[in-house]
């Protein structure tokens, strides 16, 4: 099995920063696509931003130029740093990775989410 451990959720008054991390560990071939959701209450759970295995990204309109997605390939992490937070990015933030294992000696994709972690920004 596969599991993702995030960190670095917390509160932080708007124009803050917070960098959250994601680590996979468990039964893991290689990683392909690494990236972050969020749902914040009464609404449902929305792409922030992905990254792909050869570090191309994509970004949500809502954080393009105020967030950004990388990753480190030799500790299966990815990370997210976030910059001038406003009020509107609180949400709890989920982390999600493509998983290639072995089954049967074939390569084969999965897909593991973290347990999420909360980010509140105050105004």
């Known amino acids: 099995q596969v599991q993702l451990v995030e960190s670095g959720g917390g509160l932080v008054q708007a124009g803050g920063s917070l960098r959250l991390s994601c680590a996979a560990s468990?039964?893991?071939?290689?990683?392909?696509?690494m990236g972050w959701y969020r749902q914040a209450p009464g609404k449902q759970r929305e792409l922030v931003a992905t990254?792909?295995?050869?570090?191309?990204?994509n970004y949500a309109d809502s954080v393009k130029g105020r967030f950004t997605i990388s990753r480190d390939n030799a500790k299966n992490t990815v990370y997210l740093q976030m910059n001038s937070l406003k009020p509107e990015d609180t949400a709890v933030y989920y982390c999600?990775?493509?998983?290639?294992?072995?089954?049967?000696?074939?390569?084969?994709?999965?897909?593991?989410w973290g347990q999420g972690t909360q980010v509140t920004v105050s105004s």
């Open positions: 990254i792909t295995g050869g570090t191309s990204t």
């Open positions: 999600n990775c493509v998983v290639v294992r072995l089954v049967s000696s074939r390569p084969i994709e999965f897909s593991y």
């Open positions: 468990g039964s893991i071939f290689s990683i392909n696509a």
